[in-house]
């Protein structure tokens, strides 16, 4: 072993390990339980049962089988991109304003249909 990879070897072995947060961290910060979505200019209300902060990616597409790719995974903000075969995809950004308040953009299409949501998700109770 040349003095090269002796030093390569050492520099690698005393490097530090980096603690890797998890995927989404941010979701795991809201508050557990009820929440309703409210689109701006509409009356329309969605309710949802928020265990994991994860139920917000999905609005249009609530079934379970769908990939999911990160494009934005911040403190503040995640953006994730996901795709239902036979039902249609998604593109999700949920920013938030506090543990129990988000803002949320959803575009795509549901079996054939193109969708927009805007609006703001909020903690209202216990589910």
Request: net charge positive; aromatic share 6%; proline share 2%.
């Amino acid at each position: 072993m040349g003095l090269s990879s002796v030093v390569a070897a050492a520099t690698v072995a005393l490097t530090p390990a980096v603690a890797q947060a998890p995927e989404l961290a941010m979701l795991d910060t809201l508050t557990r339980g009820a929440w309703e979505f409210r689109a701006r200019g509409d009356d329309d209300t969605l309710r949802i049962c928020v265990r994991t902060g994860r139920e917000l990616i999905q609005l249009r597409h609530r079934q379970t089988n769908c990939e999911q790719f990160i494009v934005q995974d911040d403190a503040n903000e995640v953006t994730v991109q996901y795709t239902c075969r036979g039902s249609g995809y998604g593109r999700t950004s949920i920013r938030k304003e506090g543990s129990t308040l988000v803002q949320i953009r959803s575009q795509g299409t549901y079996s054939g249909t193109p969708f927009s949501l805007v609006g703001e998700a909020r903690r209202t109770g216990s589910c």
